[in-house]
């Protein structure tokens, strides 16, 4: 899978997250993807220093 087509796979996972997991309404699941989303981000940052 190419960078482009990866980059917009994770923003779109990002706005679902946003929608769907508010932080009064599940305080741990909006940590936890939050968390995850730290991740995938410093993976990209590598992966595109890399490139």
Same mark, same amino acid.
């Given at each position: 899978?190419?960078?482009? #087509?990866e980059?917009n796979? @994770? =923003?779109?996972?990002?706005?679902? @997250?946003a929608i769907? @997991?508010? =932080?009064? =309404?599940?305080p741990? $699941?909006? #940590?936890?993807?939050? $968390?995850l989303?730290?991740? @995938? =981000?410093k993976n990209?940052?590598? #992966?595109?220093?890399a490139?």
């Open positions: 899978m190419d960078l482009f #087509r980059t796979l @994770i =923003e779109k996972l990002m706005d679902v @997250i769907n @997991i508010g =932080e009064d =309404e599940n741990k $699941a909006f #940590r936890m993807s939050h $968390a989303l730290d991740v @995938i =981000e990209m940052k590598k #992966r595109m220093e490139v």
